[in-house]
């Protein structure tokens, strides 16, 4: 049987629409609009195009953005200074900064700086181990979303084997994690790993995070894997594929994701129910 495609396409729709009732609702009762700020310092043409893809998801559903685009010559102090004033507002409910910064401003100082209870990338040192620690908080927008397709598509975690390509802090680590908590077996695999396919064909279940377009190859992968394609890689044509070719793993795959319209789209709509999450403990009584 060829591989279902788990759409993150039509996923996001189904969870976007509920989302935009349950703002309706709240709004409905007389509570103000959930509050999404966007920071975004220089012209980086993906930034800006991830952070215009942002906007538009907000509005979708009714949650307000605001998008403080700052030039690249900002200072750390200047950009530090915003962070604790949008920390200190209570009509603001989630708080990104959109990266990559430019050089001379701190990621790190930055993240440190968003107040946890607004950090909805999960990105703060705070919330990173908290969920290490399996304890409440915001969890990072594309594992938390693969977790979302995977049950979305009624696949059984527990028990299985899950093999991650890629240990980055954004989402190999926190997939793995969240695999983990979901009671999953789970082997992190880098560029440092040997016989990466013959670990890759232990896998029940296969996340790809490495951003090497169509790294993963069919024979990488053992019959019925559940294949997770999370690279987004721009093509010579200027076309996107995935760390997976996609098209020889139809046949073997019970179920896969494509790219586009597979993890990238769970990652924004997981942005924006992490904003609602906050502002639900927050304001709805
Ligand atoms: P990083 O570059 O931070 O990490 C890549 C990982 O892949 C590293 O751990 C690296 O190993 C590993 N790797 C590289 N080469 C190999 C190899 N030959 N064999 C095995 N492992 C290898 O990337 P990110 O995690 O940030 O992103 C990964 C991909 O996912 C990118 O294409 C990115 O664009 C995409 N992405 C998509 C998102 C979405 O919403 N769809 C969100 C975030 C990312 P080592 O640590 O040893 O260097």
């Given at each position: 049987m060829p591989a279902q495609v788990i759409s993150?396409?039509?996923?996001?729709?189904?969870?976007?629409?509920?989302?935009?009732?349950?703002?309706?609702?709240?709004?409905?009762?007389?509570?103000?609009?959930?509050?999404?700020?966007?920071i975004l310092v220089g012209d980086n043409p993906a930034s800006k195009s991830?952070?215009?893809?942002?906007?538009k998801a907000c509005m979708e559903i009714g949650i307000k953005s605001t998008i403080i685009r700052l030039e690249e010559s900002t200072t750390e102090e200047e950009v530090l200074a915003l962070v604790n004033?949008?920390?200190?507002?209570?009509?603001?409910?989630?708080?990104?900064?959109?990266?990559?910064?430019?050089?001379?401003?701190?990621?790190?100082?930055?993240?440190?700086?968003?107040?946890?209870?607004?950090?909805?990338?999960?990105?703060?040192?705070?919330?990173?181990?908290?969920?290490?620690?399996?304890?409440?908080?915001?969890?990072?927008c594309t594992p938390k979303g693969i977790i979302t397709m995977l049950k979305s598509a009624n696949i059984e975690i527990s028990g299985k084997e899950a093999v991650v390509v890629g240990r980055s802090n954004i989402v190999g680590k926190p997939v793995a994690q969240l695999l983990l908590d979901n009671n999953a077996t789970v082997t992190i695999c880098h560029s440092r790993t040997k016989d990466l396919k013959e670990v890759c064909r232990r896998a029940d279940i296969l996340v790809a995070a490495i951003g090497k377009p169509r790294f993963i190859t069919s024979d990488m992968i053992k019959e019925g894997a559940v294949v997770i394609d999370?690279?987004?890689?721009?093509l010579e044509n200027g076309k996107l594929c995935g760390d997976v070719c996609y098209d020889d793993m139809l046949d073997i795959a019970s179920y896969i994701t494509p790219v586009p319209g597979g993890v990238g789209p769970m990652t924004i709509t997981t942005l924006l129910e992490n904003t609602l999450e906050i502002y639900k403990a927050k304001v709805i009584k």
């Amino acid at each position: 049987m060829p591989a279902q495609v788990i759409s993150g396409k039509i996923l996001s729709k189904e969870m976007r629409e509920k989302m935009a009732n349950e703002v309706l609702e709240y709004q409905s009762k007389g509570y103000r609009l959930p509050h999404l700020v966007v920071i975004l310092v220089g012209d980086n043409p993906a930034s800006k195009s991830y952070v215009s893809g942002k906007e538009k998801a907000c509005m979708e559903i009714g949650i307000k953005s605001t998008i403080i685009r700052l030039e690249e010559s900002t200072t750390e102090e200047e950009v530090l200074a915003l962070v604790n004033k949008i920390n200190l507002d209570d009509d603001i409910d989630g708080l990104l900064v959109q990266l990559p910064l430019p050089k001379h401003i701190s990621e790190d100082k930055v993240i440190n700086t968003i107040s946890i209870d607004k950090d909805v990338d999960g990105f703060h040192p705070l919330n990173v181990a908290k969920l290490h620690l399996g304890e409440e908080c915001l969890k990072p927008c594309t594992p938390k979303g693969i977790i979302t397709m995977l049950k979305s598509a009624n696949i059984e975690i527990s028990g299985k084997e899950a093999v991650v390509v890629g240990r980055s802090n954004i989402v190999g680590k926190p997939v793995a994690q969240l695999l983990l908590d979901n009671n999953a077996t789970v082997t992190i695999c880098h560029s440092r790993t040997k016989d990466l396919k013959e670990v890759c064909r232990r896998a029940d279940i296969l996340v790809a995070a490495i951003g090497k377009p169509r790294f993963i190859t069919s024979d990488m992968i053992k019959e019925g894997a559940v294949v997770i394609d999370v690279g987004v890689n721009r093509l010579e044509n200027g076309k996107l594929c995935g760390d997976v070719c996609y098209d020889d793993m139809l046949d073997i795959a019970s179920y896969i994701t494509p790219v586009p319209g597979g993890v990238g789209p769970m990652t924004i709509t997981t942005l924006l129910e992490n904003t609602l999450e906050i502002y639900k403990a927050k304001v709805i009584k």
